[in-house]
């Protein structure tokens, strides 16, 4: 069935932020088969235009037995995604009775037996065998169907009602590249463009592994001598212009790390440079080199000299997604938008350190030495190969033909999407992984996700086996088309933003699950205290101290969050509380080949987590942690803990003003501390009412865990209930406060106060954006109007929960 999209009416701005953002009305039949969907699909709208009597009457009877004038409270709702239950069976929400007879104890079998579960049935063998699977050939993007339609089967086996849901998405398939060194018009040094074919590594060598290339990458092919310009940070093009190093016209070569691939070649751009090359530089890998000793990947641990980190180039600051349906979901026949601005103008290439050296030896002797820069310009790791770092430009007669040719199409990508329902509906938890790699390997990213989320799913499926009934519903997503740019996670959101906004509690995401030993994590804050808490209970793979826990051998850090997964669309646009976790490696581990053929199964089992311990291990963290969120009676949020992080925030910000230069380019302080005042106040009596909603919370969590010995009678018993759903609901609502229509000013897609990814980042957390942004810029009104805009959604959370 084809389906053309009707946008919601210009002047219902205020519905518009309730409802769908886009409407489907059915135009004819075709039965593609790449939508095995379309029946649910098209069920769902025979259902809501077909019985609108029933749907009133449901709503006026929950209105006469809650006392309030809609559903939810204060939103507009829709159909969740999933037609779990038949219509007639769907119990409605009702503040006057218990979830299930055996409430707050968990139904079916206990909470300590449930967690023993999850911690029992994870497996080595088990997360080596997922991993095979997933990594086995090429999965890229809207490829990967196969891989879709078995792991809906797999998890249809495990007992979760399962299903594909696929989006029209517009990205780019490589054709044709080329990269020349001449001299004089002569080719002085051709790349080859490809990574070594490796005897021991099977995948290495597959007939259809994917070229190297760059999502999103704009087709050209250009001719220009090019300057190497160290990271391709906004600041590093800054230093080259104040070094005088002409950039107009050039060819920017720069190196991987540091900030999003595609913000360097957006500043490259806006300078009027007309391509870019990237490489990593071994500099960049810690003590594991070949300088250092190390052999190379595959006798050793060092990396593979030929090695090539493919990847998106869209803006991802900007906003994610895809590029032509900013703000709603990619459905078929819907309205296209233009690209201008959102991904690359110019062409580019990913090569190898191998074939960077070529080129870093030509430049030897042009221009300012990196060395006359500051020291973030004295990472390079290729001194001992001869290579000087010298920026350039090389000479009018040493030049770069750059060839890009890419095929721009637009096609369905397949998230899976399976659910436990819960004995309540709207108090939802999401768990998801990425599926699609730029290889055919992803043996760390993401399959070390994806083999892990296997082993949770597979042990809330022992679980159930037990008898186990879940409190609250598991949503569990494995999404398609996160490396070109979060695609099929974003769709998603955007498609479902009203029964997210309802529903969810909270989304925990794995992308890298293991390639390493060290745990890492970044949270919203109210998650802090329960990731804290479930690595605790989880036994780290390293017992050079016996006993020892996740927790114990983590160095405690939790990160803001920023971007580059899938908790993207749900933390800022959504506003719903997100959790990403993950074990990487440390200065001392083995070189992990980002995006490269060498992240492959073979790499995995040798270097990256021989055992597969970590992987078990992080497939218990997240089990355990969602466990707690399932069946807590009362959320174990922390208002407390987010107060506190938005007081060190400000502070942060606070000290930025006293250094940023105003619009005149002085270095004074150009806004005092008093700006921030009516903020300062407002986190101050955020902070007093969480504090004493928490205290409130956690009294009542107390009384319900005590509640076995002292059997209450039915009616307190509902009563306490009813106590435990409203302060859960206020919990699950917290993170939407914080979420500003209208969105950022330069970015109108991220509609959070508090986290976006840094607009010249891309990856790394910015809090409180809007504030920072007009500091950078010098605009004062824009600081005091964010300030404004930034105390009045803190005064709205101090307002929901001080009801």
Known sequence: MNEKVIMASTHQQVWRERVPLLQRVSVEEDHREHYPNHTVRRFCTIALTSIPILTLAIIFFCIAIAGQSDLFGDHQTENAPFLSLPLSNVSIPSEH???HAAWPASDGISYDKLKQILQDTPSPERAREWSQYYTAGPHLTGKNRSQAEWTAQKWEGFGLKSSIVSYDVYLNYPVDHRLALLKDGEVEFEATLEEDVLEEDPTSGLEDRIPTFHGYSASGNVTAPYVYCNYGTYEDYEELQKAGVELEGKIALIKYGGIFRGLKLKRASE????????????????????????????DGPARNPSSVQRGSVEYLSVAPGDPTTIGYPSLPGAPRQSTDGKIPDIPSLPISYAEALPLLKAINGHGPNASSFPSSWHTGGLAYKGIHYNTGPTPSTLTLNLVNTQDYVTTPLWNVLGIINGSIHDEVIIIGNHRDAWIAGGAGDPNSGSAALMEVI????????????????????SWDGEEYGLLGSTEWVEEYLPWLSEATVAYINVDVGARGPNFHTSAAPVLNKLIEAATGEVLSPNQTVRGQTVRDTWSGHISTMGSGSDFTAFQDFAGVPCIDVGFGAGKGDPVYHYHSNYDSFRWMERFGDPGWGYHVAIAKVIAVLAAELVEGPVIGFSATDYAEGLGRYLESVKAKARTVSDESGATEPAINDDTFAPLEKAITAFHRTASTFDTKAAALSALLTSLPTTPPT???????????????TKYKLLERQFLHAPGLDSRSWFKHVVFAPGLWTGYAGATFPGIVEALEEGNRTGVGKWVGIVGGRVEGASDLLGE
């Open 97 to 99: 009775k218990l979830p």
């Open 271 to 298: 300078l009027g440079m007309v391509g870019g090359v990237i490489y990593s530089d071994p500099g960049d890998d810690g003590e594991i080199t070949e300088e250092n000793g190390y052999k190379p990947y595959p």
């Open 458 to 477: 597979r042990s809330f499926s022992a679980a159930l086996s037990q008898g186990w009934k879940p409190l609250r519903t598991l949503v569990f997503a």
């Open 714 to 728: 039915p009616t307190s018993l509902t009563d306490l209930y009813a106590s435990a759903r409203s302060i859960n």
